[in-house]
């Protein structure tokens, strides 16, 4: 039992190296086939009925990963779980509680429209200075002679990134 606790913990440590080797890789893989040749103890002494856990079927491919996409070290949960408490939550919070499912992926849907008018907002406004360069020195000299300043708003507002006006009172 010490010698398959002693093979995965080493096992462990050594898939949450920085930077792999070929002896590390090698040192790997020999804990992978320690902790799989003495396994069976925990079945004869009947701690486990088997060893059908997902988590322990992933170590199978950690070599292989490792190999293809580099050191594992930079893994872990903190995005999965912001994205959780984003979407979900947040999407909870704005149903009414009945048919939240439905609620859910109305309301994620909409989140979507908005980050993509967003984006398309942004990415004008970016657009947008570049081809307003000479219009603004016509709107500058035209502030000058006394003309039209509302002309010269327009084109601040559009070099900016967004602008949003909610009224005070309903029109209705």
């Given at each position: 039992?010490?010698?398959?606790?002693?093979?995965?913990?080493?096992?462990?440590?050594?898939?949450?190296?920085?930077?792999?080797?070929?002896?590390?890789?090698?040192?790997?893989?020999?804990?992978?086939?320690?902790?799989?040749?003495?396994?069976?103890?925990?079945?004869?002494?009947?701690?486990?009925?088997?060893?059908?856990?997902?988590?322990?079927?992933?170590?199978?491919?950690?070599?292989?990963?490792?190999?293809?996409?580099?050191?594992?070290?930079?893994?872990?949960?903190?995005?999965?779980?912001?994205?959780?408490?984003?979407?979900?939550?947040?999407?909870?919070?704005?149903?009414?509680?009945?048919?939240?499912?439905?609620?859910?992926?109305?309301?994620?849907?909409?989140?979507?429209?908005?980050?993509?008018?967003?984006?398309?907002?942004?990415?004008?406004?970016?657009?947008?200075?570049?081809?307003?360069?000479?219009?603004?020195e016509e709107i500058d000299k035209a502030d000058d002679d006394g003309e039209?300043?509302?002309?010269?708003?327009?084109?601040?507002?559009?070099?900016?990134?967004?602008?949003?006006?909610?009224?005070?009172?309903?029109?209705?």
């Open positions: 039992m010490l010698t398959v606790a002693w093979a995965l913990l080493d096992f462990i440590y050594y898939s949450q190296f920085q930077l792999h080797t070929s002896k590390t890789l090698a040192e790997l893989e020999k804990c992978l086939k320690t902790f799989h040749e003495h396994k069976q103890i925990f079945i004869d002494l009947e701690i486990r009925e088997n060893f059908n856990i997902p988590k322990l079927h992933a170590i199978i491919h950690y070599l292989e990963c490792i190999c293809s996409l580099g050191s594992n070290d930079g893994y872990n949960t903190e995005s999965p779980e912001c994205l959780y408490i984003d979407f979900a939550k947040a999407a909870y919070h704005a149903s009414n509680k009945r048919d939240y499912m439905e609620q859910m992926a109305i309301w994620l849907q909409h989140q979507e429209v908005m980050w993509m008018k967003d984006a398309y907002l942004m990415w004008l406004a970016e657009m947008l200075p570049g081809s307003l360069k000479g219009s603004n039209d300043k509302t002309t010269s708003d327009v084109a601040v507002r559009s070099e900016s990134t967004a602008f949003y006006q909610v009224a005070k009172t309903p029109t209705f």
